[in-house]
Structure formats: structure tokens, C-alpha cells
């Protein structure tokens, strides 16, 4: 489901194609390399604030992608930095986090929109991980039924029983990501499964969820399709009370990545602007933020 709002454009997220209608060539590309750089350069601050962990075993990211504000604007107009740069980074903190996961498998979860799928197929990549969506998943078990059919020929409950069905079989495999649908959550059941990997929260604003949803439509999102209305409003209004439901939930997951946290670190001025590579590579850490911290709690104080 969530799939389809990563793939909606070809543009990188930071081109707003609106923007471009009426505007000289020339002063797209200064605008888009200006862009560029303050990625980049935002990229590079964020290798550099990440501590060195286990030297012996791992190399720092700032190592490999060290370089200073000055050159950074060298290496732009030379054409030498690329998207690919974060790309770079993400598999740098791949090769950091495998050793602490141990084969242990992560489970996403978050409010509908919040690019779960997404995120979760980059991060399943690097690691050599299977990905797997819980959605997809139930809609095969059904022959194919879609999650929008299965609640309105069967109802929610029915649903969240294939749900459960669906993370049950995957808390018995190691090495997948899996996506989750937004309400699996609210089921106790349900967390005893993913507890049995890492979970991982993504956490976006309900305004930027709501302009997620309202681009590509509702009609793949059963508790959102049957309203009527502006549909920026209407999405927004009911992801409020969805929220109201849930929101406490979602915040026992083991590790939260916030968007808006993420926008603050890297200087930008709206969570729209972030990659889905930039939130993977803040989800490594906080898995491996999440992951020192049970070490240490697991080892024996006489062995401090």
C-alpha cells in the first residue's frame, strides 16, 4: 500500500516539479545544485556527529566520507557529488549495525503513509536481509483479495486476525524487515511477536501524512476511502482521531525515528524534503542506539 508513495514521482524529493513551470533553465539548475550542496553538506555533519563505536571492529562513516564545508562546494561544481553519496552512507551504517543485530529481524511500524514499505525494502537491501509487507502478505493468503476488500466484505476484526496470523509465521524467521500495516499496534498479541526482533517507529507529522495521502488518493485506505470531502482535510481529519487511538502504541516500539528531528539535524525546513535514504540511514542508528543500550544492560555489573 504505502509503496506507491515512494514511487508516485522520478524526481528526488527535494524537486518540487510545481516549482519549475516558468523558470529559466539556468536558474533551475543553480536552485537544484544550491540544493545539492546543503544535502551534502547536511550528509556529511551527520557522519561526523556519529561516534566511533567499536573501532576494532568497524571503520567511522566520517572516515569515508570526510571533507570540509569548503571543498564540499569544490567537489559540486566539479560534478563529483552525487545522490549516491547517502547511498554510500546508508551502506557504511548497514556494515555498523549488522554485527549488533546478529541475524535479529526488524519490523517497522507507523501511521498509514508513513513510508514503512519504502524505508523498509532500502534498509532490507543493505543489510542482504528478505523484506516483507504484512499488507501483501494477507492479500495473498485471501487469493489476492485487496486490504480495502477484506474490510469491507469482512470487516476490521477479520483483518487484524490475518494480521496477527501474518507477524505470528514472521517472528519465526531472522534476517527480514517487515512493513506492518498502521494498526497492528493495538494489539498486545501482536507486539509479542515483533518484540522478538527490533521494532522501529517512524514517526511523521499528521500534516505531512495527510499531503502523502491526499497526492495519491484514499481508495487503498479502507478507514479513509468512504469519506467524503477536500481530500487534504478529510485524510487529516481522520488520521487526528487514528492517532488519538494509537499514538500511545506506537510509542513502544524499541526505537522512534522522527522525521521532524531528522529535518532539524540536516537543515531542512520541511520533513517533505528528507529522502526515504536520509530517514534509513537515522533508523540504523537508532536501532543501534537501541541495540548498545541492551547490551550493556545485559552484561553483569561484576564485568563493568
Given amino acids: 500500500m504505502e509503496a506507491a508513495i515512494g514511487q508516485r514521482v522520478q524526481y528526488p524529493s527535494w524537486v518540487d516539479c510545481r516549482k519549475f513551470e516558468g523558470k529559466p533553465l539556468g536558474s533551475l539548475r543553480f536552485s ?95 543489510l542482504g536481509y528478505s523484506f516483507f509487507d504484512c499488507d501483501t502478505l494477507i492479500e495473498q493468503a485471501m487469493n489476492g483479495t485487496s486490504v480495502a476488500e477484506i474490510f469491507e466484505l469482512h470487516g476490521e476484526s477479520f483483518f487484524r486476525g490475518k494480521e496477527t496470523d501474518a507477524l505470528k509465521k514472521l517472528s519465526s524467521m531472522y534476517q527480514v524487515v517487515v512493513s506492518t500495516g498502521g494498526g497492528a499496534v493495538i494489539r498486545p498479541i501482536n507486539w509479542k511477536y515483533m518484540n522478538k526482533g527490533v521494532s522501529i517507529w517512524l514517526d511523521v507529522p499528521l500534516e505531512a501524512l495527510a499531503h502523502r495521502i491526499a497526492a495519491v488518493g484514499t481508495d487503498s485506505r479502507p478507514l479513509l476511502h468512504d469519506e467524503s470531502g477536500d481530500a487534504y482535510t478529510v485524510a487529516f481529519k481522520r488520521l487526528s482521531t487514528i ?8 510509542t513502544n516500539a524499541n526505537a522512534r525515528v522522527s522525521l521532524e528531528n531528522i529535518a532539524v539535524k540536516l537543515g531542512y525546513k520541511d520533513v517533505s524534503d528528507l529522502t526515504p535514504t536520509e530517514i534509513a540511514i537515522e533508523a540504523f542508528e537508532q536501532v543501534q542506539s537501541f541495540l548498545e543500550k541492551e547490551e550493556t544492560m545485559e552484561i553483569p555489573d561484576g564485568d563493568l
Fill in 32 to 126: 537544484q545544485r544550491v540544493k545539492e550542496e546543503k544535502r551534502f553538506r547536511g550528509l556529511v555533519a551527520l557522519a561526523h556527529l556519529q561516534p566511533d563505536r567499536r573501532n576494532d571492529q568497524r571503520r567511522s562513516i566520517s572516515s569515508e566520507v570526510s571533507c570540509s564545508d569548503n571543498n564540499s562546494s569544490a567537489l559540486l561544481e566539479a560534478g563529483s557529488v552525487h545522490p549516491f553519496d547517502e547511498d554510500l552512507i546508508l551502506k557504511r551504517k548497514a556494515e555498523e549495525v549488522g554485527p549488533y543485530l546478529n541475524g535479529r529481524s526488524m519490523y517497522l511500524v507507523g501511521m498509514m503513509g508513513s513510508g514503512k514499505t519504502t524505508v523498509g525494502k532500502l534498509m532490507s537491501k543493505v
Fill in 243 to 250: 492517532w488519538d487511538e494509537r499514538g500511545e502504541s506506537y
